[in-house]
């Protein structure tokens, strides 16, 4: 796996009244998932406080496959999938403890100059570091649930 961020729990205030992790919470798990993975590159918290630049998510999509309960311990993959000058795209999986995922997510980030704001082309530094991960992250196949329609099971 190109990149695991920290051990995550299941909150709480998290669960629904089906007694599971709420679907919002997902997108919470995979987007805190990320942030290490982010900062490692060079986009973090004193990225945009140094630069006025940061991180916008165009889009994502989540896959939900097992149920989460409170108190699971996860951690978020991320691997990067294209890079391109002024965005990435990237797959990421949320993985149980146990080894099974719970769920996966594929997006579109954006590099977003805040003063505008509007889509903006990477430093040269942070590019040189996407572009380096990227390599890393090629190495492996892509998983074959990444870019697949939306549709029912027929």
């Known amino acids: 796996m190109p990149y695991l961020?920290?051990?995550m729990i299941v909150r709480p205030e998290w669960i629904d009244y089906n007694g599971h992790l709420n679907m919002a919470y997902y997108g919470v798990l995979f987007d805190l998932g990320s942030d290490p993975f982010c900062e490692d590159m060079g986009m973090g918290e004193a990225y945009l406080r140094?630069?006025?630049n940061t991180t916008y998510t165009a889009e994502f999509r989540i896959r939900y496959l097992?149920?989460?309960h409170e108190g699971a311990k996860l951690r978020a993959s991320m691997r990067l999938l294209e890079v391109g000058p002024k965005a990435f795209h990237y797959a990421q999986e949320l993985i149980h403890e146990d080894g099974w995922v719970a769920a996966t997510g594929e997006g579109i980030s954006?590099?977003?100059d805040q003063t505008g704001p509007k889509v903006a082309s990477y430093p040269e530094v942070v590019?040189?570091?996407l572009d380096a991960a990227l390599a890393e992250h090629q190495k492996e196949p892509i998983p074959d649930w990444v870019g697949k329609p939306m549709g029912l099971r027929k």
Do not use: N, R, W
Request: hydrophobic share 25%; charged share 35%.
């Open 5 to 7: 961020s920290p051990e």
């Open 110 to 112: 954006l590099h977003v």
């Open 127 to 129: 590019k040189a570091k």
């Open 50 to 52: 140094d630069t006025g």
């Open 66 to 68: 097992q149920e989460v």
